[in-house]
Nanobody, 128 residues
Framework: EVQLVESGGGLVQAGGSRRLSCAAS????????IGWFPQAPGKEREAVSC???????YYLDSVKGRFTISRDNAKNTVYLQMNSLKPEDTAVYYC??????????????????????WGQGTQVTVSS
């Protein structure tokens, strides 16, 4: 059974940084893509970043230059380093995963589509 567990959320001041983790278990290999989806109150989830099995990384324009996604296959963990945080970044952040043989999955299917597995989310609150 695939499980994704997010951690690292919390309260941070505007301009600060936070690193989120998505610990994956149950995938049969390292061939999976992970996306990060913040969901603000009253809004739909929207992907802001995706990392493919070949480590290609993609970002929504609103977070380019501020967020960095990376993976450590030895730890089965994907990270989202968030810098220069803004109050509008406040959201529950979910990670989502999809096993795939497509090496650059995010470029092929887009950063926000086709994920079968989801974590429970971690709250990030950015105060002004």
């Amino acid at each position: 059974e695939v499980q994704l567990v997010e951690s690292g959320g919390g309260l941070v001041q505007a301009g600060g940084s936070r690193r989120l983790s998505c610990a994956a278990s149950g995938f049969t290999s390292d061939d999976y893509a992970i996306g990060w989806f913040p969901q603000a109150p009253g809004k739909e989830r929207e992907a802001v970043s995706c990392i493919s099995p070949d480590d290609s990384a993609y970002y929504l324009d609103s977070v380019k230059g501020r967020f960095t996604i990376s993976r450590d296959n030895a730890k089965n963990t994907v990270y989202l380093q968030m810098n220069s945080l803004k109050p509008e970044d406040t959201a529950v952040y979910y990670c989502a995963g999809e096993p795939t043989i497509v090496t650059d999955y995010c470029a092929t299917y887009g950063i926000g589509t086709r994920y079968d597995y989801w974590g429970q989310g971690t709250q990030v609150t950015v105060s002004s």
